[in-house]
């Protein structure tokens, strides 16, 4: 939404920042869902689809293999956030994409998977995650999709038949995701100039 303040949320600290499960959904949440805030008040925890598009963007459902393939996390997309009366946009950037996307590997989170961000299921792995270098001959253009360049796209393998007719039958073949990132950090430099101009103001009103 244009007009307000846009945050950029970045990883800190590699053990505790990041994303940390996959979460299949119904149709992806609208874009005012609620933001919640962890106990230090300065790290914003997500539980949101991050779409491609200001359309809604459906994960792509290959029947036979039982895989659900979709986009976790796209650089540079403001994202409509409000937390009470506060409103406001965060964008990830590209590097904290391509970040994101390696830690989520390193810890070997490729199991940790929720149903609506409620309850963790077995049976469901990341069997497939890049990062998108030409979105013209990346591997997504086989579902009929165009991701941006940079953007993290997976594919989920649901194991269990019983399983996967469940979740098509409630809908739950979405892809969101589940992680903790911190808003950055505003440069010295700018709260100085901001020191300065006050300053500057103040003595205008002086003469």
Known sequence: MEGLETIEMVIE??????????SLVETPANEDETVLLSKDNHSIKLSEVMESNEVVELAQVDEEQQLIMGLILEPNKAIYRRNGE??????????????????YMKNLNNNNTTLDHKEKVDGVSLVETWL???????????????YKKGAWACVLKV????????????????????????PKKQEQKSKLESKLSVLKSAANDLK
């Open 86 to 103: 506060k409103e406001y946009n965060i964008i990830f950037s590209e590097e904290t994409v391509k970040k994101a996307a390696h830690l």
């Open 159 to 182: 194991h269990n038949k019983d399983q996967w007719e469940e979740y098509k039958e409630k809908g739950t073949t979405n892809i969101s995701l589940e992680g903790v990132f911190k």
């Open 13 to 22: 600290d590699e053990s505790i920042n990041g994303v940390s499960a996959l």
């Open 132 to 146: 998108v270098r030409d979105p013209k001959r990346d591997a997504s253009n086989v579902f009929g999709k165009e």
